[in-house]
């Protein structure tokens, strides 16, 4: 069955970082009102916005300390609505980060959990006895350390899957889900059209708590051992859905890295607990680990193609996955999948090609529309982002000198993709006229939107273009809901791939390397999107340029 998101095109807000109206260094509310014609511009229909809540900010407002207001730093409920009113004039959608694995240990039910840890509230959290003088066990935060922390004066400790500020919510209980639903309708009633959903499989715990094999030095073991195992997350799900984004018709997109083999359907399938889950295939290629970033492997260009082809073909006949090449939590795409020495506005557009020519709906990040790089940082003291400072520590304690610890955190550090957005080339990009909390990348000047809004030739235009295409009446059909099939896999870090709808055949070829490579083409064609004013073409053979990459409908 059809649904009113199949055809939209996402992106992603960071707030903090995108636009500040008052000059206190952090991006506002106010500022993503006045860049809605920008986003409409670019062809964008949602727009996801990471939390905007109360928070503490110990972990950027996924500690979240009151869910019914906005943080001060980000304006007003007014503005809130205001952005509502805006986005609905331009038949634009608004979906908020929902963060409900955990809360901050500043929320109201935390602090009574924490005055009387048998009483009512300290059954909102998970609250157990220590082993002796040891946490009821080994596993480790996602964030590092253990996920028990002591409360003072006890022997009893609370569970936080992430950072020790961020207590995970005991979903076990009715009360809290009660609790959660209600927020969560309060919000739909407001006019979100949905949310975007935080961590979402880790609300579902082995209850057991039994220890696991250490794997580090630090005598813990991975949480992604107790998810494996934990059982019944779906029932939990389907509740969540039942009682909230049913009534409404929203879209929501899970955070799920987990997903056991073969249970897409249930995630996403017609019935799915979700509208979408993001696809993170890319993101995890090369990985041993969440959050050890020393374990990371370098990937070749066909692997890559082939952790894209698996996933696009597994979603076939089930769903919609949502793509992405980055995120929050990323490095920059750019500086991620293309070879540093080889990033340019080429390779840059060859890459926006599989963004948004894939089957499921593109999720563009703040920045990736202009090709917005890593952030090269000299010192970790320039850092903010906690994970950032624990997979510094983290990597030193196992071994790594400064230097080598220094160069792994600047090519995964979560920091890259939140330096604030590059608007124009005056001071602090644009961004504020204030001091930006987050230093802004020193390629402001060569990389912003204003220097490429009127640029038919810059990342900004191609992506609009590919866009245009994919919402153009004649090709939507095919973007959107065609078949997905891998082509010339026998070319070596060659991405082709036809989307084949009903009336209409695409094919895409992208020659995702640094040299030129000649290719065996019989068919008859036209040129949709070409990153290259020209293609060489030779009796049945195209010669494609490093890095060209080309949209054609075959007819
Ligand atoms: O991320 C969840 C998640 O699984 C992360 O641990 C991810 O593996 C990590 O950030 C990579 O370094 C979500 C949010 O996107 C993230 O920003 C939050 O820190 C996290 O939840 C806790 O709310
Ligand atoms: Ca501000």
Wanted: charged share 30%.
């Amino acid at each position: 069955m059809k649904k009113w998101w199949h055809n939209k095109v996402a992106y992603q807000i960071y707030p903090k970082s995108f636009c500040d109206t008052n000059a206190d260094g952090i991006g506002d509310l106010k500022g993503i009102i006045s860049k809605l014609d920008y986003l409409k511009d670019l062809g964008i229909d949602i727009i996801w916005l990471s939390p905007i809540y109360c928070s503490p900010m110990v972990d950027q407002g996924y500690d979240i300390s009151d869910y019914y207001n906005i943080d001060p730093s980000f304006g007003t409920m007014d503005d809130m609505e205001t952005l509502l009113e805006e986005a609905k004039k331009r038949n634009m959608y608004i979906i908020m980060d929902l963060v409900v694995n955990h809360c901050s240990d500043k929320h109201e039910w935390f602090k009574k959990a924490l005055e009387d840890p048998d009483g009512e509230y300290g059954k909102y959290f998970y609250i157990r006895e220590g082993k002796g003088d040891n946490p009821p066990c080994n596993w480790r935060s996602y964030f590092g350390g253990s996920v028990w922390e002591k409360i003072p004066n006890t022997n009893k400790y609370y569970f936080h899957s992430f950072a020790k500020e961020q207590p995970d919510l005991n979903w076990e209980n009715p009360k809290v889900k009660e609790e959660i639903y209600k927020m969560i309708n309060w919000w739909l009633d407001k006019g979100l059209a949905g949310f975007r959903i935080d961590a979402i499989i880790n609300i579902k715990k082995d209850l057991s708590f039994q220890d696991f094999e250490a794997d580090g030095e630090d005598g813990l073991c991975d949480i992604s051992k107790m998810l494996n195992k934990a059982q019944g997350i779906g029932d939990m799900l389907k509740e969540l859905k039942r009682e909230t984004f049913d009534k409404y018709d929203a879209f929501t997109v899970g955070e799920v890295f987990n997903a056991k083999e073969g249970e897409l359907g249930k995630f996403i399938g017609e019935d799915g607990y979700f509208s979408s889950i993001f696809d993170f295939d890319m993101e995890v290629l090369g990985q041993e680990q969440s959050n050890r970033w020393y374990l990371n492997k370098e990937f070749t260009t066909n692997e890559l193609r082939e952790v894209i082809f698996k996933s696009q073909l597994e979603a076939l006949g089930i769903g919609f996955k949502a793509n992405i090449i980055e995120n929050n939590d990323e490095p920059r795409g750019v500086s991620r999948y293309i070879k540093a020495g080889e990033c340019n506005d080429t390779s840059k557009k060859a890459l926006a090609i599989t963004e948004v020519m894939r089957r499921g709906i593109p999720f563009i990040y703040q920045g990736e529309e202009i090709g917005m790089t890593n952030n090269n940082l000299d010192s970790i003291d320039k850092f903010n982002d906690i994970s950032t400072i624990e997979n510094y520590d983290r990597a030193i304690k196992e071994g790594f000198s400064k230097e080598e610890a220094l160069k792994l955190v600047n090519k995964f550090s979560r920091d890259n993709g939140r330096t604030p957005f590059q608007w124009n080339d005056s001071i602090n990009a644009g961004f504020t006229e204030g001091t930006p909390w987050l230093g802004v990348n020193k390629n402001y000047k060569e990389i912003n939107v204003e220097s490429q809004l009127n640029d038919k030739n810059s990342v900004l235009s191609f992506h609009k273009e590919l866009i245009k295409l994919r919402k153009s009446e004649e090709y939507s059909e095919a973007i959107v809901y065609g078949d997905f099939i891998p082509d010339l896999e026998n070319y070596d870090n060659v991405i082709s791939f036809y989307r084949k709808g009903k009336d209409k055949n695409l094919m895409v070829i992208i020659n995702y390397q640094n040299k030129k490579q000649m290719i065996d083409f019989e068919e008859k064609y036209k040129m949709l999107i070409n990153n290259y004013g020209y293609v060489e073409i030779d009796n049945n053979k195209l010669m494609l340029e490093p890095y060209q990459g080309i949209v054609v409908e075959i007819l």
